[in-house]
């Protein structure tokens, strides 16, 4: 007999330690941990989503015939030692938690683990490509990836010829589109008894069971799938969640696996109900980002989180925590959509949320604070390399060659934001210039000399030379940095 250990990520039935569990000799342990929950000020729906999907798959598990402890203490090795006095003398086995602190305080305990199988690549896997890259270039890794795991390949030669669609997947929003409804996921019992503890009353946005998991995926592959790729970049008002999948909070959490959900897109691709360039960018997004994610994040280490090597030391914006302290409608459009479901996809947390910490030199740590606790799909492995190295380029480039900024140009051409703002991304001065656009110019004159240095940022400092309002622009920068500070922009 043996104490399973279920972290509350770790949620599926046939993976980590579950995998050869025996029904009628092993107990499962799940702890709600009191110190996470008041750890942070999380977002109701994250918070919400976590527990209830976690009591949810005990009861299935007891359901399934399994002795099962759900323990509330006040902290994870509070909640073990409490299974380990019922059931004295056995050992505890837990698969790898998918975080550095949390693999530091189980091993400390004396857990033992077993393989984290919850990712589609071996940690010494990624580790041995990385160490044979001079950069970590996504693209090479996602190649391997597509070959090695077979997904979308004839042959030696990816389907369709290329390795990628990225030039059909740019389009701005559509004019006059009707974009179809997103599923909605009834509440039953066990969330309501979460949500009355937690005083907070859930949207029906996010699934807290298997099934509901499975009914967003098969949604997901029935109504957005075709259309995914070429809108994947594009942001629009009418519409919230465009054609994403919605899936990231189950796979993160153990509710799908990663092969269940590429076994789905592949099945779709080959009964002709998408087009490559949709089924190729979904398969991207899962065996390359998702994958390139995780893998970075235990191969540059538990440090990484702390570097701020552009030396940003700017309090969190108060734009960031409501959408009233601010005029800029994208971002006041984007903060008000995450307190209502905790989510928006992959372009506003980058060229907007992250652009703007990124431009304004907002501190690195605080905003990475700030995104784990407001994201429904947040985790350390998952947000440590996406702020770090991807959205605030905090890392000096370790992770990606150039920092993602951007003025208003970019936002203006893949959204229909700027239409209804009082500033103008056009405009790099004067009282209706876009923050965007100043800060984007600001941002490279006040680093000019690290990025000068950098071939492909080069051409865009070179840029400044062309300014001949630098000064004023400059000035311009001053008011906006002042009054985002005090909420007025
Ligand atoms: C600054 C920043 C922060 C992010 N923080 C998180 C986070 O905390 N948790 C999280 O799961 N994703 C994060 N992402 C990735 C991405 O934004 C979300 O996975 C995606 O928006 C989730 O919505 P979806 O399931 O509809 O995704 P889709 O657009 O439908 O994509 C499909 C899947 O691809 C995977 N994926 C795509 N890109 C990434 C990536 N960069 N990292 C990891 N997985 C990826 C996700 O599992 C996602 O479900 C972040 C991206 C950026 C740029
Ligand atoms: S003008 Fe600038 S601040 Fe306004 S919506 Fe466009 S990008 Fe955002």
Same mark, same amino acid.
């Given at each position: 007999m043996s104490i399973l250990f279920i972290p509350f990520d770790h949620l599926h039935r046939d993976y980590g330690v579950l995998k050869n569990a025996k029904k009628s000799e092993d107990v499962v342990v799940l702890v709600e941990s009191a110190s996470m929950i008041a750890g942070a000020d999380w977002h109701p729906e994250r918070l919400f989503f976590l527990i209830s999907s976690a009591r949810h798959f005990a009861a299935e598990l007891k359901a399934e015939g399994f002795e099962v402890r759900y323990i509330k203490a006040k902290n994870t090795v509070a909640g073990i030692k409490e299974a380990q006095k019922e059931f004295a003398g056995q050992s505890v086995i837990s698969a790898e938690p998918s975080s550095f602190r949390m693999t530091q305080s189980l091993a400390d305990h004396g857990v033992q683990f077993v393989d984290?199988?919850?990712? !589609? @690549?071996p940690r010494e896997l990624f580790a041995s490509w990385a160490s044979s890259q001079k950069s970590y270039l996504m693209e090479n890794f996602y190649r391997k990836q597509r070959v090695r795991l077979n997904v979308l390949m004839e042959g030696d030669a990816p389907i369709g010829g290329a390795w990628n669609y990225d030039k059909d997947n740019r389009l701005p929003p559509p004019k006059n589109y009707t974009w179809p409804g997103y599923l909605e996921h009834d509440r039953d019992e066990i969330d309501a008894g979460v949500a009355a503890e937690l005083k907070m009353a859930p949207t029906? @946005? /996010?699934? @807290?069971t298997r099934a509901g998991a499975l009914a967003q995926m098969k949604y997901f592959i029935t109504h957005h799938f075709e259309k995914f790729g070429p809108y994947e970049d594009a942001m629009a008002l009418d519409s /919230?969640? !465009? #054609? #994403?999948? !919605? !899936?990231s909070p189950y796979i993160n959490n153990g509710l799908l696996h990663p092969s269940e959900v590429i076994d789905a897109a592949c099945k779709s691709f080959y009964k002709g109900a998408v087009p490559i360039e949709s089924a190729e960018a979904f398969v991207r997004q899962i065996i390359g980002w998702r994958e390139y994610i995780n893998g970075m994040y235990w191969y540059l280490g538990e440090d990484y989180r702390n570097h701020n090597q552009l030396g940003a030391d700017r309090d969190l914006l108060p734009a960031f925590i409501d959408s009233a302290n601010t005029s800029m409608n994208c971002v006041s459009s984007i903060v008000s959509d995450i307190k209502e479901r905790s989510w928006v996809h992959h372009i506003p947390r980058l060229m907007v949320l992250s652009n703007l910490a990124l431009i304004t030199g907002t501190n690195p740590q605080e905003f990475l604070d700030w995104m784990r606790r407001e994201f429904i799909d947040a985790a350390d492995w998952v947000m440590v390399p996406n702020i770090i190295g991807m959205g605030v380029h905090a890392d000096g480039g370790q992770m990606m060659s150039k920092p993602y900024a951007a003025g208003g140009a970019y936002i203006s051409r893949m959204s229909n934001y700027c239409k209804g703002c009082i500033y103008d991304p056009k405009l790099r001065v004067g009282d209706k210039a876009c923050p965007f656009t100043t800060l984007y110019w600001d941002f490279l004159d006040r680093h000019r000399e690290t990025f000068v240095k950098n071939h492909r940022m080069a051409q865009q400092v070179h840029g400044?030379?062309?300014?001949?309002?630098l000064e004023q622009l400059k000035d311009r920068a001053q008011q906006v940095l002042l009054g985002l500070e005090k909420g007025e922009i």
């Amino acid at each position: 007999m043996s104490i399973l250990f279920i972290p509350f990520d770790h949620l599926h039935r046939d993976y980590g330690v579950l995998k050869n569990a025996k029904k009628s000799e092993d107990v499962v342990v799940l702890v709600e941990s009191a110190s996470m929950i008041a750890g942070a000020d999380w977002h109701p729906e994250r918070l919400f989503f976590l527990i209830s999907s976690a009591r949810h798959f005990a009861a299935e598990l007891k359901a399934e015939g399994f002795e099962v402890r759900y323990i509330k203490a006040k902290n994870t090795v509070a909640g073990i030692k409490e299974a380990q006095k019922e059931f004295a003398g056995q050992s505890v086995i837990s698969a790898e938690p998918s975080s550095f602190r949390m693999t530091q305080s189980l091993a400390d305990h004396g857990v033992q683990f077993v393989d984290n199988d919850f990712f !589609l @690549t071996p940690r010494e896997l990624f580790a041995s490509w990385a160490s044979s890259q001079k950069s970590y270039l996504m693209e090479n890794f996602y190649r391997k990836q597509r070959v090695r795991l077979n997904v979308l390949m004839e042959g030696d030669a990816p389907i369709g010829g290329a390795w990628n669609y990225d030039k059909d997947n740019r389009l701005p929003p559509p004019k006059n589109y009707t974009w179809p409804g997103y599923l909605e996921h009834d509440r039953d019992e066990i969330d309501a008894g979460v949500a009355a503890e937690l005083k907070m009353a859930p949207t029906k @946005t /996010w699934a @807290t069971t298997r099934a509901g998991a499975l009914a967003q995926m098969k949604y997901f592959i029935t109504h957005h799938f075709e259309k995914f790729g070429p809108y994947e970049d594009a942001m629009a008002l009418d519409s /919230w969640a !465009l #054609h #994403h999948s !919605l !899936l990231s909070p189950y796979i993160n959490n153990g509710l799908l696996h990663p092969s269940e959900v590429i076994d789905a897109a592949c099945k779709s691709f080959y009964k002709g109900a998408v087009p490559i360039e949709s089924a190729e960018a979904f398969v991207r997004q899962i065996i390359g980002w998702r994958e390139y994610i995780n893998g970075m994040y235990w191969y540059l280490g538990e440090d990484y989180r702390n570097h701020n090597q552009l030396g940003a030391d700017r309090d969190l914006l108060p734009a960031f925590i409501d959408s009233a302290n601010t005029s800029m409608n994208c971002v006041s459009s984007i903060v008000s959509d995450i307190k209502e479901r905790s989510w928006v996809h992959h372009i506003p947390r980058l060229m907007v949320l992250s652009n703007l910490a990124l431009i304004t030199g907002t501190n690195p740590q605080e905003f990475l604070d700030w995104m784990r606790r407001e994201f429904i799909d947040a985790a350390d492995w998952v947000m440590v390399p996406n702020i770090i190295g991807m959205g605030v380029h905090a890392d000096g480039g370790q992770m990606m060659s150039k920092p993602y900024a951007a003025g208003g140009a970019y936002i203006s051409r893949m959204s229909n934001y700027c239409k209804g703002c009082i500033y103008d991304p056009k405009l790099r001065v004067g009282d209706k210039a876009c923050p965007f656009t100043t800060l984007y110019w600001d941002f490279l004159d006040r680093h000019r000399e690290t990025f000068v240095k950098n071939h492909r940022m080069a051409q865009q400092v070179h840029g400044l030379k062309r300014l001949s309002d630098l000064e004023q622009l400059k000035d311009r920068a001053q008011q906006v940095l002042l009054g985002l500070e005090k909420g007025e922009i």
